[in-house]
Nanobody, 113 residues
């Protein structure tokens, strides 16, 4: 499984960004998909995941971020609104399939105050 993230950048606090992740594989609909992030000097942390029953979110982003997937296009998106400086991090797309985690290369999101 290979994944490529798009859409990172620099935005002012209160602004919005949309991240996209394109994944390979003919069984994309079977992958559990999510987003994680890693800020400088910190551990990688869970941000959001999407399943058949909907999205789940870290408390820190609940109500501001929305995750969605399109199985026809093999993509998973993360809409990020009301961004805060503490959201600054490298964001990674994650696919979990048959007990194995796959990661994209990451995309930088920087929120200025």
């Amino acid at each position: 499984v290979k994944m490529v993230e798009y859409g990172g950048g620099l935005v002012q606090a209160g602004g919005s960004l949309r991240l996209s992740c394109a994944a390979s594989g003919r069984t994309f609909s079977s992958y559990a998909m999510g987003w994680f992030r890693q800020a400088p000097g910190k551990e990688r942390e869970f941000v959001a995941a999407v399943s058949w029953s909907g999205g789940s979110y870290a408390d820190s982003v609940k109500g501001r971020f929305t995750i969605s997937r399109d199985n026809a296009k093999n993509t998973v998106d993360l809409q990020m609104n009301s961004l805060r400086p503490e959201d600054t991090a490298v964001y990674y797309c994650n696919a979990h399939y048959r007990g194995v985690d796959y990661w994209g290369q990451g995309t930088q999101v920087t929120v200025s105050s």
